[in-house]
């Protein structure tokens, strides 16, 4: 990301709701050091309010503030969870805009986390170093990503002992896809403390007859074409769910090869996104343009329903020179902490936002899917405060790489 050359900047960008807040407007340079005693003005506007004309807002709070130590302080109370316009103005003439964001306290005391479910390494089918991969999502900005191989998890632990005893700012959530034998439909699984693969694996017929036991389980809704298939779901779902996992329904409109044909018939898609037998669903992931769209609009018939499950967006990246999925499909999560534990409950929870990217870095564009309270903070921090972090981390990733190289 292109670096945004600003005069000043506000502290903090984000306050929490019905509480004082000290706020600062801080030069960057010092050749825009505010002058001790000099008076200035600032209007603060609310992004959601009742205006009768949309070219200039006339509700707004004004604030008068005298410069001190070069910079500028003053104390505000946010009555209302939302983003906020600050206009700094001297002389009735306008020096410089901020955004603040202000939340309510269950949201405030939650990090918001970037991240990728979904992603491949050379030891399935894809082209890079376990290791390496976890440098590349760290140079772009993310702060946690699961490594989920076709039916392997060691890959895994390759990247954690890759890294063993660094201290990383990126976390890595255990995981892998898993493709029961004789069922084309995959699964996700992130977080477990095992591998569910490795049970088919090593002993297919044990694990086909454990499956066939789940027949009778099948829910009576569910048509007798797909009973068979949604049995093995049930497995491999209660398999990961025993292992302390989470189970992700990914790409059903994933078109396999040169094949037009869909990899989930939508009939049975719809069946599993209503049984609540995952915990999420991959809405935006390794689709083309054409598959991710069919994946909106069939949440949005099932919410219609009244339907309702977490969404998260993954790149299911298996190339990064060209990738049209990475860095562009990914989740942002709020968390209590950047741990594997605390990123499963934000998904269990419901706390993510499913967001696709599109444009250049010069003009970024950006789509986001969740619950619109976090949608609104989501896009905000899409333009104010990811992109100032991927500046950070772009150094992080590079050094992780050259330390794997020695």
């Known amino acids: 990301m292109l670096p945004t050359v600003t005069n000043y900047r506000v502290v903090p960008a984000v306050a929490e709701q019905n509480k004082a807040t000290e706020i600062r407007i801080v030069p960057n340079e010092r050749a825009f050091l505010f002058f001790d005693g000099a008076e200035y003005t600032v ?92 440098g590349h999502y760290r140079e772009m900005g993310y702060d946690f990503m699961s490594l989920t191989d076709h039916n392997r998890y060691y890959p895994g632990d390759e990247m954690d002992e890759a890294y063993e005893g660094v201290k990383l700012g990126i976390t890595h959530v255990p995981g892998e896809e898993v493709h029961f034998p004789g069922c084309m439909i995959h699964t996700v699984h992130v977080g477990g403390k095992k591998s569910v693969a490795a049970l088919y694996c090593e002993d297919a017929e044990a694990c086909r007859a454990e499956a066939d036991a789940y027949l009778e389980k099948v829910p009576a809704d569910i048509p007798e074409k797909y009973r068979e298939r949604f049995s093995r779901l049930m497995w491999i779902t209660d398999h990961i769910h025993e292992a302390g996992g989470l189970a992700i329904f990914p790409h059903p409109y994933w078109k396999p090869g040169a094949s037009r044909v869909f990899n989930v018939q939508e009939e049975f898609a719809r069946c599993i996104l209503k049984s609540g037998i995952y915990d999420a669903y991959e809405l935006v992931g390794g689709m083309e343009q054409i598959g991710v769209n069919y994946s909106i609009n069939l949440r ?37 902490s950047n741990t594997p534990e605390a990123i499963m409950a934000a998904v269990k929870s419901g706390k993510t936002v499913a967001v696709e990217a599109s444009g250049t870095e010069y003009a970024r564009q950006y789509r986001c899917y969740g619950d619109l309270r976090l949608v609104y903070y989501a896009q905000f921090l899409l333009t104010n405060y990811f992109p100032k972090l991927q500046r950070i981390c772009a150094g992080e990733g590079i050094a992780m790489r050259s330390y794997l190289m020695g």
Do not use: N, W
């Not at 506007?45 to 003053?74: N, Q, R, W």
């Not at 410089?96 to 005391?109: G, M, R």
């Open 43 to 134: 209007h603060i506007i609310c992004a959601d309010d009742d205006e009768v004309c949309y070219f200039t807002p006339t509700t707004k709070h004004s604030v008068a503030v005298t410069a001190a130590d070069g910079i500028l302080k003053f104390s505000y109370t946010f009555d209302r969870e939302q983003e906020y316009l600050l206009q700094l103005e001297k002389d009735e003439k306008k020096v410089a805009e901020f955004f603040i964001y202000s939340l309510a306290d269950d949201l405030y005391a939650l990090s918001p986390l970037r991240g990728d479910f979904h992603g491949h390494s050379y030891r399935s089918d894809a082209k890079r170093d376990p290791g390496a991969l976890l």
């Open 300 to 336: 949005a018939e099932l919410l219609y329903e009244g339907v309702k499950f977490p969404v998260v967006g993954s790149s299911d990246v298996h190339g990064i020179v060209g990738a049209y999925t990475f860095p562009h499909y990914f989740t942002i999560c709020f968390a209590e």
